[in-house]
């Protein structure tokens, strides 16, 4: 079963507007990752933040993590058409392989 | 550019027939990831190897789907008899995982699997 959830399921914004993702998880983590998948393409790795961090940009992204709560966000500022695509988190344990969430389908419209 | 390959790209094939699916890690991994992932149940890892030996299989139905890794530049997932419920798109992945921290993980195009 999947440790970790997304939040909101579906999102759907104007184009230029912020995206506001959250993925909250069950157990404790080394790291935590969040991937985008375009329609009918395989994941691709976007940004990874350990245990020991709070928050990490990347771009246009911004992810922040909160160990106490389980919980980590991921900000896409002034959105683009192009950013339409599913997000997962995906939790890294250290004790198996990474666990995915079931994903923020997010679209843009321009 | 390396990524990770996958073929074929799509199957359609009927009930009872063996699937194969092959996938060519980044050269330089050591870690070998099978997921499958269909609207229902979202992604799903079914197995995974270090170095080429499994090391967790406990997502893979035994009976039907079995994987392996001839050597360090392929992996395989078959599935036989293959069944309509396995309709779904098998993605493979690959990284480098050094001790127990988890880095980061890169997938091929995935294989669209139709069992008719």
């Known amino acids: 079963s999947q440790q970790g959830e997304e939040d909101p399921q579906a999102l759907s914004i104007q184009e230029g507007e912020n995206a506001t993702m959250n993925c909250s998880y069950k157990?404790?983590?080394?790291?935590l990752q969040w991937y985008r998948q375009n329609s009918g393409r395989g994941l691709v790795h976007l940004i990874l933040i350990r245990s020991n961090e709070r928050e990490k940009h990347s771009g246009r992204l911004r992810v922040t993590l909160d160990t106490s709560k389980k919980s980590s966000s991921l900000l896409i500022t002034a959105s683009r058409a192009a950013d339409t695509a599913s997000y997962f988190c995906a939790q890294g344990t250290g004790r198996r392989a990474l666990t995915f969430g079931s994903g923020t389908r997010l679209q843009v419209q321009p | 550019d390396a990524r990770v390959t996958q073929t074929p790209r799509h199957k359609v094939t009927e009930m009872g027939q063996e699937v194969t699916m092959r996938c060519q890690p980044i050269l330089g991994h050591n870690t070998v990831f099978w997921y499958r992932q269909t609207m229902m149940q979202g992604l799903e890892l079914l197995a995974y190897?270090?170095?080429?030996?499994?090391?967790?299989d406990s997502g893979m139905p035994k009976d039907r789907f079995s994987a392996e890794m001839p050597d360090a530049t392929l992996a395989t997932l078959k599935i036989q008899p293959s069944e309509p419920r396995d309709s779904a798109v098998y993605f493979c992945?690959?990284?480098?995982?050094?001790?127990?921290?988890?880095?980061?993980?890169?997938f091929g195009p995935g294989t669209r699997l139709l069992v008719l």
């Open positions: 157990t404790s983590i080394n790291n």
């Open positions: 992945a690959s990284g480098l995982v050094l001790g127990a921290r988890e880095e980061t993980q890169y």
């Open positions: 190897f270090r170095n080429r030996a499994p090391l967790d």
